[in-house]
Every structure is written in C-alpha cells, then in structure tokens.
C-alpha cells in the first residue's frame, strides 16, 4: 500500500512503479486542494528510499478523478521519455470496464472528434476537437445496462464518458455527462488492465484487475471475463 486508504502498489522497480488509483483521488494536484497521487507516491519514494529533497516522479497519463485503476508513473527522466514515445507509438494497451446505460450493440468503434472547453471541463463532439476512436465490445446486459470492454486507440480527456453519453449510452453514474446519475453514485468506469514494453528491457509488462466490487459491477461479478 502507497497509503492505508488508497493506492496499492502492483510493481515497482528501478524505473517504474505501477499503482492501482482509487476512485475519486486526483491524479495531480488541482483546485480542490485534495492531497493527490504523484504527492502521494513521492512521499511514499521518499520516505521508502531516504531520499532527501524532491523526489523525481514522472506523469506519462492520466485517468479522471473518480476513475480508478491501473496507472504507470516513471521513476526516472529517460523511462518518462520512454514511456512517452510508448504511447505516441501505440504501443501502451489501455482497457476499461464500463457499465452504460441501455443496450449497446455487441461491439463496435466509435470515432468521433472531440473538443475541450477549458473553462468549464467539459468535453463534447465538435469538428473543431481531436479525433477520439475507441473499440469496445459488449460482456453482458442486466438491468437495462450494458457491461462493455473498452480498448482506447487515443487517450483525448473523458473520451470513454462523452463518446457513449453521444450516442445516448452514459456511463452509469457519471456526475458529468449523465443527466440520470444521482447524487452519490460513483461512476463505473475501471481502467482493469494496462500492457507496455518495459522502458528499459523492453520487456512487455502486463497486469489486470478483476472487476470492482461494489454497485453496479456486482451485478456483473460473475460475468468477468
């Protein structure tokens, strides 16, 4: 454990570490003040390692602040710029759990483009926006939902949450883009599984995580992959 509420560690080494995020934890610091998690593995570096001073921690992506699951951070300037080029080449492989509303074809892409309003941190479809694609396919149905595995082929902000909200499909509890989230409900949405060559060896790193439990991925518990 980075901490005793939040973030388990998944593996570390000279290079990387990979952590599993929690929900509702920022991933860097922002307005809310809220402690977040480079701060969050940076003292867990530095008071592991004796180290004196800033820790150095590289940010390489990023998931939503309510969105848990698996995230890489760098422990050094050349694996950050490795890992970076990783994903500019589409080497690193992102999936997602999502439970969304209604019934969804059984697999498809979805390609849109996206603009960000930076003053409001909202996204929505507009030619003016990046391209988005994502491919999913459908695992299971149950009360008027659709549990889907997401594959990104780009990472634009809350791209998984406006590209189905688009199609009239919003995540279940989704506090944004979801007009019949209620107060409360947490969003589910899960980042289960992460793949990368090593920025170093090169070797592929590679982990999961198996379904979250709680509401509504308990609904679904026994149809994990």
Not at 31 to 59: A, M
């Amino acid at each position: 454990m980075v901490d005793g509420k939040m973030n388990n560690i998944l593996y570390e080494d000279n290079h990387i570490i990979i952590v599993e995020k929690k929900e509702n934890v920022p991933v860097q610091a922002d307005d809310s003040k809220d402690l977040d998690l480079l701060t969050i593995i940076k003292n867990y570096l530095k008071e592991k390692y004796h180290k004196p001073g800033n820790v150095y921690l590289g940010l390489v992506h990023r998931l939503d602040r309510p969105v848990g699951g698996i995230m890489v951070f760098a422990k050094t300037s050349k694996a950050a710029s490795r890992l970076s080029d990783t994903i500019r080449k589409k080497e690193m492989v992102k999936k997602y759990y999502a439970v969304v509303e209604g019934v969804v074809e059984e697999s498809a892409t979805l390609k849109d483009y996206l603009y960000k309003d930076e003053k409001t941190n909202t996204v929505k479809v507009d030619s003016r926006g990046k391209e988005a694609i994502l491919n999913y396919k459908r695992l299971a149905i149950k009360n008027n939902t659709s549990l889907v595995d997401i594959t990104l082929e780009t990472g634009r902000s809350h791209q998984i949450r406006v590209q189905f909200s688009s199609r009239g499909h919003a995540l279940y509890g989704d506090q944004r883009y979801n007009k019949n989230a209620k107060v409360g409900e947490q969003i589910a949405l899960y980042s289960y599984y992460l793949s990368f060559p090593h920025p170093t060896t090169k070797e592929k790193m590679e982990f999961i995580l198996p379904l979250p439990n709680r509401k509504p991925f308990q609904w679904y518990q026994s149809q994990e992959p």
